[in-house]
């Protein structure tokens, strides 16, 4: 069974700073695609970055220069460091990880977690 579980999110000023991570079992996590989306209330589900199993990164452009996404193969989890947190970041955070569209059954996400950034 695959899972992905995401932790790490939580209430921040603006200026702040969070780390999420997801944590995978069940797939060799190392060959998929590793994605950050976020959905804020109301609104519809936005990629927010990428990394390849190659390590090929790519960031939303309201989030360039902020964001980073990383990943940890040996412990099958990849991260997303927040900086300069803004009350538009807030949203729900959801780790996917894929094999593209040409292997859509290879399509898992997790659960999200809560970012919120109030002043």
């Known amino acids: 069974q695959v899972q992905l579980v995401e932790s790490g999110g939580g209430l921040v000023q603006p200026g702040g700073s969070l780390r999420l991570s997801c944590a995978a079992s069940?797939?060799?996590?190392?060959?998929?695609?590793k994605a950050w989306y976020r959905q804020a209330q109301g609104k519809q589900r936005e990629l927010v970055a990428t990394?390849?199993?190659?390590?090929?990164?790519n960031y939303a452009d309201s989030v360039k220069g902020r964001f980073t996404i990383s990943r940890d193969n040996a412990k099958n989890t990849v991260y997303l460091q927040m900086n300069s947190l803004k009350p538009e970041d807030t949203a729900v955070y959801f780790c996917?990880?894929?094999?593209?569209?040409?292997?859509?059954?290879?399509?898992?996400w997790g659960q999200g977690t809560q970012v919120t950034v109030f002043l």
């Open positions: 996917n990880a894929n094999r593209g569209p040409l292997l859509p059954r290879s399509n898992y």
């Open positions: 069940g797939i060799i996590f190392s060959i998929y695609t």
């Open positions: 990394i390849t199993s190659g390590s090929v990164t």
